[in-house]
């Protein structure tokens, strides 16, 4: 609900919480030691300081298991190498939260200081949505980190997966709360806008948008509450997580679309914000899983077959470990 209410006002404000929160501070918490803990979250859970979540990498995207960040034991610790894109916070964070191969071809996770000089992230320039939160490229350039800074619960992308899990729940309700935002902003417009000397509300087809409106965000709320609940039961499945995810952004990007035909020309004006959640709802579509992938992440869950390529060797080990 807090993510929801946020995103009513800036879906770039909710994205910097899934990132601090649903993330780093979640993979800290899940997956890091009890000195890990106790050195970070305290602060974070302040925004005393800025975690990020460094998984993307410019030519690893939906497939993280195909990642090729390094991390190769050297000196008492690990040498990173190699580079993220799309990873929000990272130029004013504090810890990033970095995935990496170790020798053994296996996914591990790593906390690495952002002041240390094998460490560089670069803003990403001339975006068109999600413009208040920050995507950055990171580069790790021989960045040695001490032994302790591994993830000690981090074993496989299993580990990597159940985080993107968590947090892929907390985007559902951002595509609720956006949704909502669109949907009151046209229906107080269209109340007080008139043409043809009467409000645009007393129009047949304005009338029309705004019950389908109302439709999805009621069906969208339903959905929230009952995901929400199977959550507080310790029942939810990263299917079902996928699902709410899916069902959530379509739901309020057409929403948003339609709110903008109610507005007319003042649609395209950031004085109304319909067309800024418009654009931050197209970020919202791709990332924690692209619609295309979430779908197949349910229809294998339906189906007992695997669309995606082949399970990874490694999956399998961990399964079967």
């Not at 195909?66 to 991390?71: G, K, V, Y």
């Not at 690990?78 to 894109?85: A, D, M, N, R, V």
């Not at 990171?138 to 980190?145: K, M, N």
């Amino acid at each position: 609900l807090a993510i929801a209410e946020l995103a009513r006002g800036s879906g770039s404000l909710a994205t910097f919480l899934h990132v601090q929160s649903g993330l780093a501070m979640t993979a800290i918490h899940e997956l890091g030691s009890e000195e890990q803990k106790r050195r970070w979250l305290p602060s974070m859970a302040k925004c005393e300081k800025i975690g990020c979540f460094g998984l993307t990498e410019p030519e690893a995207g939906s497939d993280p298991g195909s990642l090729s960040t390094t991390a190769v034991e050297k000196d008492g610790g690990y040498i990173l190498s190699g580079e993220k894109k799309w990873i929000g916070n990272a130029s004013f964070s504090d810890v990033a939260v970095i995935w990496a191969k170790t020798e053994d071809g296996r996914i591990s996770g790593f906390l690495v200081e952002t002041d240390n000089p094998g460490f560089q992230a670069d803003v990403l320039p001339r975006k068109a949505s999600q413009r208040a939160a920050w995507q950055t490229h990171v580069t790790l350039e021989d960045c040695h980190i001490p032994e302790d800074a591994r993830l000690p619960k981090a074993r496989g992308l299993g580990s990597t997966l159940s985080i993107l899990t968590h947090s892929r729940y907390g985007v559902g309700w951002d595509g609720l709360g956006q949704a909502a935002d669109c949907y009151e902003t046209a229906l107080a417009y269209a109340g007080k806008r008139e043409q043809f000397g009467r409000p645009i509300a007393s129009f047949q087809l304005i009338q029309q948008k705004l019950v389908e409106m109302v439709n999805e965000i009621s069906l969208s709320q339903l959905l929230s509450i009952h995901v929400g609940r199977l959550k507080d039961a310790g029942g939810l499945d990263p299917a079902t997580v996928s699902m709410f995810k899916m069902n959530n952004i379509a739901k309020a990007r057409r929403i948003a679309a339609t709110a903008r035909e109610v507005l007319g020309g003042n649609g395209i004006l950031l004085d109304y914000r319909v067309m800024e959640h418009m654009a931050d709802i197209e970020g919202v579509y791709t990332y924690e899983g692209t619609n295309d992938v979430n779908t197949l992440i349910v229809g294998q869950a339906i189906t007992g077959h695997r669309a995606f390529s082949p399970e990874p060797p490694q999956r399998a080990e961990e399964k079967s470990g």
